[in-house]
């Protein structure tokens, strides 16, 4: 593991057992916090733990006198430079700030009126998440591989990419159709992006790649997002053998303006708190904690998250726009998605359950990157950080990033008409082939229905999926 000074991280420290000894020690809000400092690391990392909950619990039961109080002990503790814990509680700590600055309109928008959000730099921390994490490689490889299997014999062939962001996927993609034994197909690729300067970019990008090829070659821009988006622009036409990508897009429709979500969230129920506590005292590590299935370790908010009826979190937005997918008649539509429950109607259920998720993607930087890497920092912060925020901080339409675990996609898209395909043998050892190739071991891919969950550790992260219209 990559340190910088020789502290532990989320997966070296020791013994958890400590915490019942340092809660006795917990001096009442408003004492000096000069013993905070004094705290080793893992008593540390699990004591930000305990804060974390704690001002959740007063966040939500809009006691902000004391969540101001543990928000103020949290940053003796957080740091966005430190070990991976500091650098997770950094984060939750600025979402539940979030969260209580959004009671009052007035101030947060005043706060954050003149921030700037330059498309130059989104770009490129999504490229470095593209190369730092091999989750977009080995999706990348599935779908293609996936694509080039239903397009078998086909002449036309029509790619619609419902979050085109990167030419990497599509132009390896060319380069396979290339070596087709029948010969390469007329390909015409539709990217939708709500920004025409990363659609320019691909277009630029493939274009050269498949005159080089000497393939026949179209690119269809459609700037727009993807809840706005008209499926008529897409401009399928008859004849055209149509293959559709979703990479980590589908879930923002599940996004749906309620406006009972929008006053103060529920207060969660304190036994969801005392159970991640408790399961935290019987592992030997955060590390171990991650390793173990989240039914052992989270047993009351995993209940609540997936035994929940998939009505509870139906949207007719996701439901009408699934349908309308179906009606293009696609060969083969493959899905990425993040595999976690962030779509919980609870704060403390999308808190317990996105600390676990991104301890575990904060972790992979630990083992990738120095602590000190302004590269891991920004991606922490401008990615990580703002996911975090949305999925702990926001109600309602404004809440993006409900994502959910494969078992509720397989309702929906069942739901919507379609049939699942099987990833091939083939898809499954490139995708092997790929995690190998990495240097780090903490890498897994798991089989699940016939479809590939990527994980870290046996932690499951992102899935991929393959569908066909079921007539």
Known sequence: MLQDDGSSSVTSSSPLQNF??????????????????????????????????????????????????????????????GDTMQRIASYFAEALADRI????????????STKLSVVSE??????????????????????????????????????????????LQWRALLQDLSERPEGPPHLRITGVHQQKEVLEQIAHVLTEEAEKLDIPFQFHQVVSKLENLDVEKLRVKTGEALAISSVMQLHTLLA??????????????????????????????????????????????????????????????????????WGLSPKVMVVTEQDSSHNGTTLMERLSESL?????????????????????????????????????????????????????????FDGA?????????????????LLQSYSCEGYKIKEENGSVVICWQDRALFSVSAWRCRR
């Open 122 to 167: 989104d770009i490129f921390i999504k490229k470095m998440f593209f190369e730092y994490f091999p989750f977009l490689k080995v999706a990348s490889v599935i779908t293609n591989q996936a694509i080039i299997e239903a397009m078998e014999g086909e002449k036309m062939v029509h790619i619609v990419d419902l979050n085109a962001s990167e030419p």
């Open 356 to 412: 676990y998720f991104y301890a575990a993607l904060f972790d992979c930087l630990e083992f990738t990157l120095q602590r000190t890497s302004l590269e891991r920092l920004k991606v922490e912060k401008m990615l990580f950080g703002e996911e975090i925020k949305n999925i702990v901080g926001c109600e309602g339409g404004e809440r993006k990033e409900r994502h959910e675990k494969l078992d509720k996609w397989f309702q929906r």
């Open 20 to 81: 019942s000894m340092m809660s006795s020690l917990s001096p009442s809000f408003g004492s000096p916090y000069q013993w905070l400092k004094e705290l080793k690391s893992e008593e540390r990392g699990l004591y930000l733990i305990h804060l974390l909950l704690t001002c959740a619990n007063h966040v939500a039961a809009g006691n902000l006198e004391n969540a101001n109080i543990a928000l103020d002990q949290i940053s003796h503790l957080a740091c966005p430079n």
């Open 101 to 112: 600055l959004r009671s009052w309109p007035g101030i947060y928008k005043a706060l954050n």
């Open 417 to 433: 008409g379609f049939g699942n395909v099987p990833l091939s043998y083939y898809a499954m050892l490139q995708a092997r082939r």
């Open 256 to 325: 749906h303006d309620d406006e009972s979500q929008k006053k103060s969230p529920l207060a969660f129920k304190l036994i969801n708190g005392l159970h991640l506590q408790r399961a935290l005292l019987n592992q030997n590590t955060l590390g171990d904690l991650l390793e173990k299935d989240a039914a052992n370790a989270f047993s009351a908010g995993n209940e609540s998250a997936s035994s929940s009826p998939l009505s509870s979190t139906a949207s007719a937005k996701m439901e009408g726009f699934l349908h309308a997918l």
